[in-house]
């Protein structure tokens, strides 16, 4: 009964824990989420390519609407007249002239012409839009992929430092086996070196994760490129 009773109480702690730990498991995901749809949002908005079609979609949609009324021609015509004066003694030739309207009641190529401009209006936004779900598609996928790409130089800086900090501890210790006489001190050597090489590794890293940043900033993020760079600072557990 006693050894029960201490299972019990060992294994609820242990469930506790596991249950907390999956919490900020998913508390985690969730920030890491929602930083990756402000910085989508954030390009959408902001990208210079992006911007430049919805001007484009906006000038297509302005274009007024092909007019619809009759066909109206105006003609003048001119001329002369003899007309009599003093009771018919003396001829006289005065100009003459008159304007005339016409509205014709039916125009089939008129009819056809606003047809076809309005399909083409139709077509050319239809186009435009299609364009533009294309660019943004382009630019939401390099924006992510530079993202993964960013995380992983970030996985790999942390695994560098801490095998670093691994090797520090090694190397204090050893030291202190060779100053009581246990330890070769060409075993120093050969772990100095080591930490040499990940401490280049660490910097050659740290230096082309922070290019790439910066690059993707201004690459995809146009005139907010600093509100970019820094959500990207921040982005990566």
Same mark, same amino acid.
């Given at each position: 009964m006693m050894n029960t009773r201490n299972r019990s109480l060992i294994v609820l702690p242990v469930?506790?824990?596991?249950?907390?730990?999956?919490?900020?498991?998913?508390?985690?995901? +969730?920030? &890491?989420?929602?930083?990756?749809?402000r910085m989508i949002e954030l390009v959408v908005e902001a %990208? *210079? =390519?992006l911007q430049s079609q919805r001007n484009l979609i906006t000038e297509i949609e302005t274009v @007024? &609407? @092909?007019?619809?009324?009759?066909?109206? #021609?105006?003609?003048?015509?001119?001329?002369? #007249?003899?007309v009599a004066l003093d009771g018919g003694w003396e001829r006289r030739v005065v *100009?003459?002239?008159?304007? +005339?309207? =016409?509205? *014709?009641?039916?125009?089939?190529?008129?009819? $056809?012409?606003? #047809?076809l401009d309005r399909l083409t209006i139709q077509k050319d936004l239809a186009k435009?839009?299609?364009d533009y779900y294309h660019l943004k598609n382009s630019v939401t996928s390099d924006?992510? =992929? /530079?993202?993964?790409?960013?995380?992983s130089l970030k996985n790999e800086l942390d695994?560098?430092?801490?095998?670093?900090?691994?090797?520090e501890r090694n190397l204090q210790a050893l030291t202190k086996q060779v100053e009581a006489g246990v330890a070769s001190p060409s075993d120093l050597w050969a772990i100095s070196e080591r930490i040499m090489i990940h401490e280049t590794n660490? /910097? %050659?890293?740290?230096?082309? +994760?922070?290019?790439?940043? $910066? +690059?993707?900033?201004? %690459?995809?993020a146009g005139d907010r490129w600093p509100e970019l760079l820094k959500m990207l600072t921040f982005q990566t557990p």
């Open positions: 469930l506790i824990a596991a249950l907390l730990m999956s919490c900020g498991y998913v508390q985690a995901a +969730e920030v &890491e989420k929602d930083y990756l749809q %990208n *210079p =390519t @007024p &609407e @092909p007019v619809k009324g009759p066909d109206l #021609a105006l003609a003048l015509k001119t001329g002369g #007249a003899v *100009p003459t002239g008159s304007i +005339e309207l =016409t509205i *014709p009641l039916y125009s089939a190529v008129k009819k $056809r012409k606003i #047809a435009a839009w299609q924006l992510l =992929t /530079r993202v993964d790409k960013i995380t695994a560098q430092e801490k095998l670093l900090s691994l090797l660490i /910097r %050659n890293l740290s230096s082309t +994760e922070e290019t790439l940043k $910066r +690059e993707t900033a201004v %690459n995809l």
